[in-house]
C-alpha cells in the first residue's frame, strides 16, 4: 500500500524566505506520480507541481521545486521567495500511474507567512 | 485542462437528512473518485465512481451512508445519508480527463450538519 508522510504540521517563515516542506513516500509500485497541492481557507485544491518517479530532472514551476530523491523516497517541495499568499495548507500526494490512479495524502503542512 | 462544477459549494443541513452532491466535467473521463476532509484533517478517498456499475469504496465507507452514482463519463453524484454532525466536511470531487491523463479537483463542498 502506499503512503505519504508530512512530519510538519506547522511552519512559520518570514516574508522573501526560501522554504522546505518535507515529505517522505513508501511504496512497492515502480511507476508513479509525486505532486503538491496548496489548499488555502476557501477549500479549493490548487496544483502545484508534479514529479514522476522516471524523471531524471527535479521539477519546477515558477518559485516552486520539487526536491525529488529517489533512493530516499522524498519529495520536498521548496518555495523560493515567499509571499504573505502562500500562507495556507500543502499537501503531498502520490498517484499510481497505472492501475487505479487515486491519489493518497499526506497529512498536511500548515504554512504560514510573516511580513 | 477540464472545467469541474460542484455543487452545491455549501450547505447547512439538519441531523438525520440526506444531501446529493452534483459533480459534472466539460470534458470525458476515465476515472471520478469522491474525497472527504473532516476539518484540520487531510484529504480522505471515500470511493472510485464506475461508469454504469457499482462505485468501489475505500475501507470504513459503505454503499448506504455513501451512495454514488455515475451514469455517463461527465457526472456523478455523492449523497451523504442520514447525515450526523461528524458529517460536516468538504467533499471533493476529483476526475482523471482522458485525453491527457491529468487529474483535476471540483472547488468541493463544504457541508455543515446541526
Known amino acids: 500500500a502506499q503512503k505519504i508522510t508530512q512530519t510538519q504540521p506547522g511552519m512559520f517563515v518570514q516574508e522573501k524566505e526560501a522554504v522546505t516542506l518535507d515529505c517522505t513516500y513508501d511504496t512497492s509500485d515502480q511507476s508513479y506520480g509525486l505532486f503538491w497541492y496548496k489548499q488555502p481557507s476557501s477549500g479549493e485544491m490548487i496544483f502545484l507541481i508534479y514529479?514522476?518517479?522516471?524523471?531524471?530532472q527535479n521539477a519546477t514551476e515558477g518559485r516552486y521545486s520539487l526536491n525529488f530523491q529517489k533512493a530516499r523516497k522524498s519529495a520536498n517541495l521548496v518555495i523560493s521567495a515567499s509571499q504573505l499568499g502562500d500562507s495556507a495548507m500543502y499537501f503531498c500526494?502520490?498517484?499510481?500511474?497505472?492501475?487505479?490512479?487515486?491519489?493518497?495524502f499526506g497529512q498536511g503542512t500548515r504554512l504560514t507567512i510573516n511580513p | 485542462s477540464a472545467v469541474i462544477s460542484q455543487k452545491p459549494s455549501r450547505d447547512i443541513c439538519q441531523r438525520g437528512t440526506s444531501l446529493t452532491i452534483q459533480c459534472q466535467v466539460d470534458s470525458q473521463v476515465t476515472m471520478m473518485f469522491w474525497y472527504r476532509q473532516q476539518p484540520g484533517q487531510s484529504l480522505t478517498l471515500i470511493a472510485t465512481?464506475?461508469?454504469?456499475?457499482?462505485?468501489?469504496?475505500e475501507s470504513g465507507f459503505v454503499i448506504d451512508k455513501f451512495p454514488i452514482s455515475r451514469p455517463n463519463l461527465t457526472f456523478s453524484t455523492l449523497t451523504v445519508s442520514n447525515m450526523s454532525p461528524e458529517d460536516s466536511s468538504i467533499y471533493l470531487c476529483?476526475?482523471?480527463?482522458?485525453?491527457?491523463?491529468?487529474?483535476?479537483f471540483g472547488e468541493g463542498s463544504r457541508l455543515t450538519v446541526l
Open positions: 476529483s476526475v482523471v480527463v482522458r485525453e491527457t491523463g491529468e487529474l483535476f
Open positions: 514529479q514522476g518517479s522516471y524523471d531524471e
Open positions: 500526494a502520490m498517484r499510481e500511474i497505472q492501475g487505479a490512479q487515486k491519489l493518497v
Open positions: 465512481a464506475n461508469q454504469g456499475s457499482e462505485a468501489t469504496y
